[in-house]
């Protein structure tokens, strides 16, 4: 019993997780497209924001160390990755519930470009 209950539950997590409208134009489900957004987001805006602050410490070789590995270098970082990410999820959620309302692509990029 324990297992045929285990089952309906990941099998109607599945279909909530891939569910997505007409409109949509990725391969998966929205909520799959909005979480695979938010790990791409996260890699990149760390690494991009931690790399520029590498590349600045170059100009003082004597302080390099220090900024690498400082507390507040790691918060910044943080931080633009953060914003890079509530950006695009936001872009995304707003994009694929426009899509699903207006069943007009031009209007929902519109209205979630703006957002």
Same mark, same amino acid.
């Given at each position: 019993?324990?297992?045929?209950?285990?089952?309906?539950?990941?099998?109607?997590?599945?279909?909530?997780?891939?569910?997505?409208?007409?409109?949509?134009?990725?391969?998966?489900?929205?909520?799959?497209?909005?979480?695979?957004?938010?790990?791409?987001?996260?890699?990149?805006?760390?690494?991009?924001?931690?790399?520029?602050?590498? +590349?600045?410490?170059? #100009?003082?070789?004597?302080? &390099?160390?220090?900024?690498?590995?400082?507390?507040?270098?790691?918060?910044? *970082? =943080?931080?633009?990755?953060?914003?890079?990410? +509530?950006?695009?999820? #936001?872009?995304?959620?707003? &994009?694929?519930?426009?899509?699903?309302?207006?069943?007009?692509?031009?209007? *929902? =990029?519109?209205?979630?470009?703006?957002?």
């Amino acid at each position: 019993m324990d297992q045929h209950i285990r089952k309906e539950i990941q099998g109607f997590w599945r279909r909530v997780y891939e569910a997505k409208s007409s409109m949509c134009k990725h391969k998966r489900g929205c909520i799959y497209n909005v979480v695979q957004g938010i790990i791409k987001s996260i890699m990149l805006g760390y690494g991009i924001k931690y790399g520029i602050n590498i +590349l600045l410490g170059l #100009l003082k070789p004597s302080k &390099l160390i220090e900024n690498v590995l400082s507390v507040e270098t790691l918060i910044n *970082s =943080s931080r633009f990755a953060a914003f890079l990410v +509530l950006f695009n999820s #936001l872009y995304k959620i707003v &994009l694929c519930t426009m899509r699903r309302f207006t069943k007009n692509d031009k209007i *929902s =990029s519109i209205i979630a470009g703006g957002e």
